[in-house]
């Protein structure tokens, strides 16, 4: 496994990050585990999970299992750089205060977190949206206290724009508070918005970027491949499938010719982005984690990445100057 930097930190994280959103209905507590312990023998040290997921059906659920496994042997917890979020309703939604970046709310969750985690601290706690009812200076406030009593290391954050970014970089720095260390953001080849204005934020920041999402739903997986010979997907993803036919012919056709997987091929390609320190993974078999693990391992030729390009092409220029003169 191959390590990098966490943005402007001096933590070491691995190349690709082991993301917990299919643990526990998708993938069977039991599963999930042997993911784990086998990501862990492939020197994955990046896990990532969240207090809540939009639309999951149980609050905190990645969080126990990740919490249970803890517990069964301390020296897991040692080797892990644990992420988790704050931000979305954890209850019913009955409550006022029950969501947010309120200080109130980040403390309550932060507790909760740790309860369910069976730890004393996170690594990097995420802001998983942009809160516009909470002024940065109660929000970083909130995190010093959580800093100063060793319950957090470092704070992140996820689907912000990029001046957002800004915004938080700015309040934080006028309290000489570190501030965001790292952007979850969804990039891939199918979707490269970010390119434009959140990632030239991020780098001139010193944000790791982690992308969410990196094989775009599962189209670049081998869709295509999967759809011809009749195996069974989503309405969603058949009608994916037929309006990007003409690329997914191209791009499973590289993949072929260059002997690595697709779903390989579309994490190689962000891992050679110079803004990204991980992809995140949410393999739901520990096949899918043995080959998205071997995605460090593939080199792409300039000629390889000019042709991705061509068949998912992006902005080409940060803004403004990918729609000025």
């Known amino acids: 496994m191959d390590y990098t930097y966490l943005g402007r930190t001096g933590l070491k994280v691995s190349r690709v990050c082991l993301g917990t959103m299919n643990f526990g209905k998708v993938a069977p507590e039991d599963d999930a585990v042997k993911i784990m312990d086998r990501a862990l023998e492939l020197g994955i040290n990046f896990f990532d ?45 009955s409550w006022p205060n029950t969501g947010r970046l309120s200080a109130y709310h980040i403390r309550q969750a932060c507790e909760d ?30 995190a010093e206290v959580l800093v100063q009593q060793g319950k957090v290391i470092y704070f992140g954050s996820s689907i912000f724009a990029g001046w957002h970014i800004v915004q938080a970089q700015e309040a934080a720095f ?30 001139d920041y010193g944000l790791g970027v982690i992308p969410w ?21 989503s309405e969603g993803m058949a009608r994916q499938v037929e309006a990007h036919r003409n690329q997914l012919e191209r791009y499973e056709k590289l993949a072929g010719d260059i002997h690595v997987p697709p779903g390989r091929l579309a994490l190689a390609w962000l891992e050679h982005q110079e803004a990204v320190t991980a992809p995140i993974i949410g393999p739901r078999t520990l096949e899918q984690l043995e080959d998205a693990a071997a995605s460090v391992e593939v080199e792409l030729d300039d000629t390889t990445l000019n042709t991705l390009d061509q068949i998912w092409p992006g902005p080409g220029k940060p803004a403004p100057e990918c729609w000025a003169w």
């Open 213 to 233: 999402s990196p094989l775009g739903g599962g189209l670049l997986g081998g869709a295509l491949q999967k759809h011809t010979e009749g195996r069974r997907s």
């Open 49 to 93: 999970t969240a207090n809540t997921y939009p639309g999951a059906d149980c609050k905190g659920r990645t969080e126990e299992i990740l919490g249970r496994w803890f517990a069964q042997d301390k020296g897991r917890r040692q080797r892990v750089v644990l992420c988790t979020k704050v931000y979305s309703e954890t209850q019913d939604g």
């Open 113 to 142: 977190s740790l309860r369910r985690l069976q730890t004393d601290h996170i690594d990097l706690y995420q802001f998983h949206h942009i809160d516009r009812f909470t002024p940065w200076e109660e929000i970083w406030q909130a």
């Open 174 to 203: 006028a309290r000489s508070f570190v501030g965001l260390v790292s952007e979850q953001c969804k990039y891939s080849l199918t979707t490269r918005q970010p390119e434009m204005e959140l990632l030239p934020a991020c780098e």
